[in-house]
């Protein structure tokens, strides 16, 4: 087939690729000059694990070809940003203009599928309206789905293959070609269902994380006023074979789990009361861990203190700084008073003031090392090497150096939940 991707970004451009890895012809357009530009050049303006030789192989086929505007094709994938506002309202305006710019080049037997994970009724209420505008018939001339990306960042290439997909058709027809277009390199099971349900059924995945996070951050502050070490119960409790409860944190990052709950608070306020308090309380954890450490080194007579912060990411082991707590944590911290420096290891460019390139400068005189983020080059730190700090303190949000061994090199170590 030929298919047009419309978004190249960390969803579209894999998702381009691999179809063309895989006997399609595919033409992928973005708005962002400097991202076409780069594909053209086989340069990549994402990280992604084993991207840079599938584009390779894609242009070097003559697979692959990029620009800033569509092209007639026999499917159109859209892939393009569905963030929420400031208000916490679902910005659907990339997803409209992205289906407007498709439909001069839609004809007859055309498939149109939305990637993007959107408040249930999109399709419905924010595609049709523009898809109708090309004159074929919907249903039987032009087919439309919804079949959302679940890949998680750092594993796209194996997860585009072995996961499942929801395959959402607004009828039958729609949903049996979407199956067939996937299955050209995807393993995992098809799941058919209309475009609704599965709009709903994504945003649940991630709500079902966000709530469950919550859960996991209430338990903590629990725990910590009955010194209980959260991890450790948590840990035991999942023991119980239908129990999973996930673990606390200095807040949820990333344009996902933190994004996706608000989808469903603003379609119906009223009953989605647990899911709104969850996003609060996640939405508090940054101010938390700054008054957690705040109250450490106040019990502690330490005075004027400086933080180093350890972890921008809002994740481990990646280099995506967007949305992170790890942010809020900082301006929690400069909104006490609290002089700091920031480091994170895969954050190669200064996005904040504090920030420095070198692990050694951060720690100068630090009253108190804060990690953030869960980054292996963190567990790998050897404690003893440490020479330069003010106190031998340090607060493990994420629970992930070695206890013992930060112990046995003098320093006093708190987790976030202990
Ligand atoms: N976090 C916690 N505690 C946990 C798990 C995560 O505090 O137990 C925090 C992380 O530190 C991070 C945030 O939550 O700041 C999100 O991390 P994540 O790895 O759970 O989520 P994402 O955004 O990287 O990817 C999610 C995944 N969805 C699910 O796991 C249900 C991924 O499969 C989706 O494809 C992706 O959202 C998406 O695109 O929707």
């Not at 357009?29 to 076409?36: I, L, M, P, S």
């Not at 999109?122 to 039987?140: A, N």
């Not at 469950?212 to 209430?218: Q, V």
Request: charged share 25%; glycine share 6%; proline share 5%.
């Amino acid at each position: 087939k030929s298919i047009c991707v419309v978004g190249l970004g960390y969803i579209g451009l894999p998702t381009a690729v691999m179809f063309a890895n895989h006997g399609h012809k595919v033409h992928g357009v973005d708005v962002n000059e400097k991202a076409v530009t780069m594909i053209q050049n086989k340069e990549l303006h994402i990280e992604e694990n084993g991207l840079q030789e599938r584009l390779n192989m894609a242009i070097d086929g003559g697979m692959l070809t990029a620009s800033m505007k569509p092209e007639e094709a026999d499917v159109f994938i859209i892939a393009v940003p569905s963030p929420i506002k400031a208000d916490k309202t679902a910005e659907l305006e990339y997803v409209r203009k992205a289906t407007a710019s498709v439909v001069p080049f839609l004809k007859k037997g055309n498939l149109v599928i939305l990637e993007s994970t959107v408040p249930p009724r999109t399709v419905e209420d924010v595609m049709m309206p523009e898809l109708v505008q090309s004159g074929l018939e919907i249903g039987t001339e032009l087919f439309v789905s919804h079949s959302p990306e679940r890949v998680i960042p750092g594993r796209v290439f194996q997860e585009l293959v072995t996961n499942d997909r929801i395959i959402g058709g607004i009828n039958e027809e729609s949903a049996r070609l979407t199956s067939e277009l996937y299955a050209s390199f995807v393993e995992g099971k098809m799941h058919e269902t209309d475009a609704t349900t599965a709009e709903l059924v994504k945003v649940m995945e991630n709500t079902y994380r966000d709530v469950n996070i919550a859960f996991a951050n209430e338990l903590a502050m629990i725990a910590q006023g009955i010194n209980v070490n959260i991890w450790e119960a948590i840990k035991l409790a999942n023991y119980h074979p239908r129990v999973n409860i996930h673990t606390p944190g200095p807040g949820v990052g990333g344009h996902c789990i933190a994004v996706d709950p608000w989808f469903l608070v603003e379609l119906d306020p009223e009953k989605s009361k647990l899911i709104h308090l969850a996003r609060k309380t996640n939405d508090g954890m940054p101010s938390y861990t700054a008054q957690l450490t705040a109250d450490i080194l106040n019990a502690k007579g330490i005075k004027d203190p400086k933080i180093a912060v350890l972890g921008l990411a809002f994740k481990g082991n990646i280099d995506d700084m967007r949305e992170s707590p790890s942010v809020e944590v900082v301006s929690q911290f400069r909104e006490r008073g609290m002089k700091l420096t920031a480091h994170d290891p895969h954050i190669k460019v200064n996005n904040l003031p504090e920030q420095t390139q070198s692990f050694d400068e951060a720690i100068q005189d630090a009253s108190a090392l804060v990690v953030l983020t869960d980054h292996q080059a963190f567990r790998d730190i050897d404690p003893t090497t440490l020479t330069n700090v003010a106190n031998k303190i340090i607060i493990d949000t994420k629970n992930c150096i070695n206890r013992e061994k930060w112990e046995a090199a003098g320093f006093d170590v708190y987790l976030l939940g202990d």
